[in-house]
């Protein structure tokens, strides 16, 4: 057990009684080992709530755009309906740049998204179609067709990889 004589832990704990941590509370040695061994350790409670986030973001996108399409009026329509102009496409553009590294790919989705939004709004200003259920409908057809070309473009990289060429 830790003495509470150095309250600093800065002698690192050679003279204060540390013993290294192995205990718990009740005097058992801890499963997951010495700090930093790496044995017997868990992996962290973000990792596994992941897929929980991308769902919930998932489902306020798909309220928002359900809101802004039946035009029901509701207190959050606005906030859900902007989050759905923003991660829609942005989760399209993601899903053609699978080569960057995580940080990246949401940066460069983020831009992606902006552009797609604001060259639809353009267009649609430009031929006199402007309205808030036709720009949420453009935007969403635009993403899905983003994020089937990607999926289309990536199916036939495997199907090339998958067969072999002779050199006959």
Known sequence: MQSFSDLSGLNGGLDSGFDGGLEGIDGREDPAGPAGSGQGRRPSGAGDSLPVVAGVAMAIAAVGAVLALADIGFPLRAPFTLFFLLVAPACAVAAALRGLDPLSRSVVATGGAVVVD???AQTMLALHLWSVRGGVAAVGAVSLLLFLLAH???????GRRGTCRSGT
Do not use: I, K
């Open 152 to 158: 289309a473009h990536r199916q036939l990289r495997r």
């Open 118 to 120: 604001l060259l639809t």
